[in-house]
Every structure is written in structure tokens, then in C-alpha cells.
């Protein structure tokens, strides 16, 4: 795998050390929440890891802060700085092509892990339900402490392309990932930049030629650590737009169906490809879709919602896919059956049965 142009590079990693765990880690402008971090990986009691950190053209001056305690910290560690802005998705394919692990543990810059046993709990899962290509993990959120559980039951979940279209979505959220080293920088491309979803292509893609997928029932991710003082940014804090014009909103997760359909590939008969599609973008359509055109309601406007909502219509989500005239049928339908009830169920109802909900759509991926 190509490793980008960098502008600044450190590194205390001995030549010859390939250590069971790299941790890859995307940053950008979070320096403070990325210390934080780091310091649940170094009381770890289990140390054959390595940390591996693509910084993206940070511009919060605190480079220097970041590299001082990684010197002192006495983890074995890789810093890049690239010398242009490579988003999220090339971001973290750079700290991926740095690592050297035998497993890759994906990790946001501003999450960490919720206790000192964490790596040597999943090292021991890992081994006992060897071989295992990814594992899932489940999180908290800070600050409240809501339990999100990706997975109920500790084992192997399955694999082939009809289970990596029933499970992509536990890759949504990227810290606790698991991916096998060698497969996942295999895997690069750079064909999906822009979804901000390169996790998502690289666990489905994995599963879907073969490897086997391991759900952990444990909590292991903090999401969302907390610095005194700073806040991040996120689609919640934008100002609301006003006035606000119905128009067409396409988002990142317009393409959230070609990531999956790339990492599913041509490998299945045309038959089980579409059955697997719809597969896909029925849970686009019962969960995903609506989630967010609630959430749009509450943070923007109703207005800005059906603008979102336009943009995930079936010839927009599905272009350059081929679907027979019956799962175009159901894609429409799907379509429109749950852009109504997610543009029109009052978004109180829909806060109080958030959790029931959340639990269902879950459970229901395994069916």
C-alpha cells in the first residue's frame, strides 16, 4: 500500500518489530482528546501494540504537544503528518499502510478504552475463535455513560457476502474495529473517498470473500472522551439554517450503499448480488435513512430534512448498480413507505422509543 507524501514523519518503532495490535488512529485538529486518548492505551496491560497516527494538516499548533508525550509515554509509536488534506477516508487508509500488526484496532481521536484489560481481552478472543479476519466490539458514550451494544453475544457471526450485507452497519461507528493486518492493507483503494465510510468497505469487502466475523459482547470503546474546556465539532453544533430552502442535500451517506456494494463485490451470482443488495438497502431504508432524517429534524428543520431526504431516493443511492424491475419496485417502495414515517412521526415519540429502537434494529440484523 502507498503511503501519501508526507510532511513530517517520527517514529521509535524498532525495524524488526511486528507487535500483535497496531492501533490506527485518523486525527485531525483534536490533539488535547487524541492525549487523552492515547493514555488508556499506555496503562494497557498488555503491550505488544503500536500506535500508528495520520495527522491530516492539523492546524491547532499542538503538534508539538502530541510528539512530547509520545516520547515520554514509552509506547512503541508511528506520526505522520501529510503535506495536504487527505479527509477521513484517506486519512485513515495513511495510518492503516503504516502499521505492521497482525491485527488492526480502529480507533477515533477523540475515544478511548474504557479499562486497562481491554487488548489483552481481545487478543484472548481473538486466539480462542482463531481465525478470525474482524471482530466487532461494543461502546459507551461519554458523557452519560448509554451502553451501545453492536453485539449481544460473544462468537463467530458468520461470513461470505449474505452475512457481510447483514452486518455492515456495525461499522458505522469505527472505533473498537478489529481487521486483520495484512488483508485490511490489501485491501486500499481509493475509489470510495468522500463516503467517510473506508471502515465500512474494508469490513464488508473482508467478510464478504471469506473471512470470518467475531462479535465480542463487551464493552471496550469510551466514545466521545471529554476535555475540560473544548468541545468538537459536530453536525449537532452547526447553526440552523435560516431560511432554509427545500432542496436537494446529498450528504455523505448517499453513497452508503456503493460502499457496501464495492465491499461485497462481483464474486456472488447476479441473482444472490441483487438479493444481498436489497439486503443492504432494506436496512438503509427501515433504519439509517430515517434515523437521520430525525435527527435533521431536531438539529436543522423539518425543511432541511426533506432536503436530505430527497437525495437518498433510489436512483441517487444506487448509481451506477443494476437492479431488475422488482428490486427497483422495492426499492421505491421502501423509499417512500419510510421517508413518510420519518418525516412525519413527532420527533418526541420518536426520542422515547429511540432505545427500544435502537435494541431492534440489532437484534434484527441477524434474521
Not at 206 to 226: E, P, S, T, W, Y
Not at 320 to 345: D, K, N, V
Request: hydrophobic share 40%; net charge positive.
Amino acid at each position: 500500500m502507498a503511503i501519501y507524501s508526507q510532511h513530517y514523519r517520527e517514529s521509535n518503532r524498532p525495524a524488526d518489530f511486528k507487535p500483535f495490535f497496531s492501533i490506527c488512529i485518523p486525527q485531525y485538529n483534536r490533539t488535547d482528546f487524541l492525549i487523552k486518548a492515547c493514555r488508556t492505551f499506555s496503562c494497557q496491560d498488555f503491550d505488544d501494540f503500536e500506535l500508528c497516527i495520520s495527522d491530516d494538516c492539523s492546524n491547532d499548533f499542538k503538534e508539538a504537544i502530541l510528539l512530547d508525550y509520545l516520547r515520554k509515554s514509552g509506547m512503541v509509536y508511528v506520526f505522520v503528518k501529510t503535506d495536504r488534506n487527505l479527509r477521513y477516508d484517506g486519512n485513515l487508509r495513511n495510518a492503516i499502510s503504516l502499521s505492521r500488526g497482525e491485527y488492526l484496532l480502529l480507533m477515533g481521536n477523540d475515544d478511548g478504552l474504557t479499562d486497562a484489560t481491554i487488548l489483552r481481552a481481545i487478543r484472548d478472543e481473538v486466539c480462542r475463535f482463531c481465525p478470525v479476519d474482524v471482530a466487532i466490539t461494543n461502546y459507551r458514550e461519554l458523557p452519560g455513560g448509554r451502553i451501545y451494544r453492536r453485539i449481544t453475544k460473544t462468537g463467530v457471526l458468520g461470513s461470505g457476502p449474505a452475512t457481510a450485507a447483514s452486518t455492515f452497519r456495525n461499522y458505522s461507528f469505527v472505533s473498537g474495529i478489529v481487521l486483520k493486518g495484512d488483508l485490511a492493507r490489501q485491501a486500499a483503494t481509493e475509489a470510495l473517498d468522500g463516503s467517510e465510510m473506508y471502515q465500512m468497505y474494508l469490513g464488508t469487502r473482508m467478510i464478504a470473500v471469506g473471512g470470518r466475523l467475531l462479535g465480542i459482547d463487551r464493552i471496550c470503546v469510551d466514545k466521545d472522551l471529554q476535555v475540560a474546556g473544548q468541545t468538537v465539532d459536530s453536525y449537532r453544533a452547526l447553526p440552523r439554517l435560516h431560511p432554509c430552502p427545500i432542496v436537494e442535500r446529498p450528504l455523505p451517506m448517499v453513497r452508503l450503499l456503493q460502499v457496501v456494494a464495492a465491499g461485497l463485490g462481483s464474486d456472488d451470482t447476479t441473482k444472490g448480488r441483487e438479493k444481498n443488495l436489497i439486503r443492504v438497502s432494506k436496512q438503509l431504508y427501515r433504519f439509517t435513512y430515517p434515523f437521520w432524517a430525525v435527527e435533521y429534524r431536531v438539529s436543522q428543520s423539518w425543511r432541511f430534512a426533506v432536503g436530505v431526504y430527497l437525495a437518498l431516493r433510489p436512483t441517487r443511492i444506487a448509481n451506477g448498480l443494476t437492479f431488475s424491475r422488482h428490486g427497483q419496485f422495492r426499492l421505491w417502495s421502501m423509499y417512500l413507505c419510510f421517508g413518510l414515517l420519518a418525516l412525519t412521526i413527532p420527533t418526541s415519540v420518536f426520542s422515547v422509543f429511540r432505545p427500544w429502537l435502537y435494541a431492534f434494529a440489532k437484534r434484527a440484523r441477524f434474521r
